[in-house]
């Protein structure tokens, strides 16, 4: 009789312990959905192309070898950046958190000189 409400008691009494980590961003176990998948495939491919140039500059790499690579790179970050863009036009944006247009076009020109390539705004 006793061990019902036991294993109830022990039931949410770990629910109350393990409940802060369920919404922890590296817990491990549950997605982090498509935005933030997608952010986190876009900074990881500009970081590359970033470091890349840096490498370049200093010297460290021929110009065939960076010209290839950053090409390779490019290959990978802009249907990264393709797909973010067509999942922000299906979002519906509030007119309070929309990004001015002198700032949209400073990002744009800034991911267009990282990655070589013109995107349509």
Do not use: N
Request: proline share 4%.
């Amino acid at each position: 009789m006793m061990v019902i409400p036991f294993f109830l008691l022990v039931l949410i009494t770990l629910l109350y312990v393990f409940r802060p980590l369920l919404g922890e961003s590296y817990w491990p176990f549950f997605g982090k959905g498509e935005f933030a998948e997608l952010h986190e495939d876009k900074r990881e491919g500009i970081w590359a192309i970033s470091d890349l140039d840096f490498e370049y500059e200093a010297g460290k790499l021929t110009r065939d070898d960076y010209l290839s690579t950053r090409e390779y790179l490019k290959g990978d970050v802009i249907p990264v950046l393709e797909r973010e863009r067509a999942l922000s036009g299906k979002t519906a944006s509030r007119p309070e958190r929309a990004i001015s247009e002198g700032l949209k076009k400073d990002i744009i020109l800034e991911v267009s000189r990282i990655c070589g390539k013109r995107l349509s705004s």
